[in-house]
């Protein structure tokens, strides 16, 4: 990050905690390192905003991700993750108001009148603001605690059994409520997500490097152990003929991470896009 800042930089950004991995970026060093070079720090939190800041009454490690970090000036939070609040109800925190105030748009010369908008975007549903405050009053800061206690427990649970399975290892070091792991040759891992997939598992491939993702909710822990059985069914399996996993999901993420032009990817993204708007 150091390396990379230069007279350009307006902006340096941090994740507690990131989407692929569950990791916590250092954000106590991030934060010297915003003073010091005398630019902004923003926290991305959309996925761990209501588990991180639980962390240490729940019993686990404290990750201080907040304004107590003297560098950061913003904070995003995702209230449809672990809020449980409908999507469109997302925040973003600033650490003053007149930081806020770059936010607004305002316009006073319009012939309709004087307008200002809190966003861009301008207007949006109550509805789904009715919808996270009630999600919010409902689970309250005990329920935001407790769900904090039970879901990271599970991803230890879990990421403690992917260890023990010899042919895979946890990418990372996850302090949230994700964990990411992939294999060793010559078991393929996205031969075990199709494997895991004939078992009901829908699991997100990665990719830099290829590994599969597994966020922990409040559905995934009463089935922690039944998850872990078969996923030490599905390595077993393609243990046996790794050969016959090179088509199907391995074929077309193992061939995409290794293509030196990665618009020729972006463009294939865009015409899976273009078709769903098809008639």
Aim: with cysteine.
């Amino acid at each position: 990050m150091r390396r990379a800042i230069d007279s350009d930089t307006v902006l340096i950004v941090g994740s507690s905690a990131t989407f692929p991995h569950g990791v916590a970026d250092d954000l106590e060093a991030l934060s010297q390192m915003a003073i010091k070079y005398k630019v902004g720090l923003h926290v991305d939190s959309c996925l761990g905003s209501f588990v991180m800041p639980f962390l240490k009454e729940a019993g686990f490690p404290e990750i201080v991700c907040d304004f107590r970090l003297p560098g950061v000036t913003s904070i995003s939070c995702d209230t449809h993750k672990y809020g449980f609040a409908p999507k469109g109800t997302s925040v973003v925190m600033y650490r003053n108001k007149q930081m806020r105030h770059y936010q607004y748009f305002t316009i006073s010369t319009w012939p309709g009148g004087i307008y200002a908008s809190p966003t861009i975007a301008g207007s949006r549903s109550g509805a789904v603001i009715a919808g996270c405050w009630a999600a919010m009053t409902k689970m309250g800061r005990n329920g935001y605690l407790q769900q904090c206690k039970d879901i990271v427990n599970c991803r230890i649970s879990i990421q403690k059994g992917i260890e023990q399975i010899p042919e895979l290892y946890v990418v990372g070091e996850p302090s949230s409520t994700v964990v990411a792991f992939s294999s060793h040759e010559p078991v393929g891992i996205f031969g075990i997500m199709d494997e895991m997939k004939k078992r009901g598992w829908d699991l997100s491939p990665l990719q830099y490097p290829s590994a599969l993702h597994l966020a922990c909710t409040r559905l995934t822990v009463p089935v922690a152990g039944e998850f872990l059985r078969d996923l030490s069914d599905s390595v077993a399996q393609v243990k046996a003929s790794p050969e016959s996993y090179n088509k199907g999901s391995q074929a077309i993420y193992g061939f995409a991470s290794t293509v030196p032009d990665t618009t020729i990817i972006d463009e294939v993204a865009q015409g899976f896009i273009d078709a769903l708007y098809a008639a």
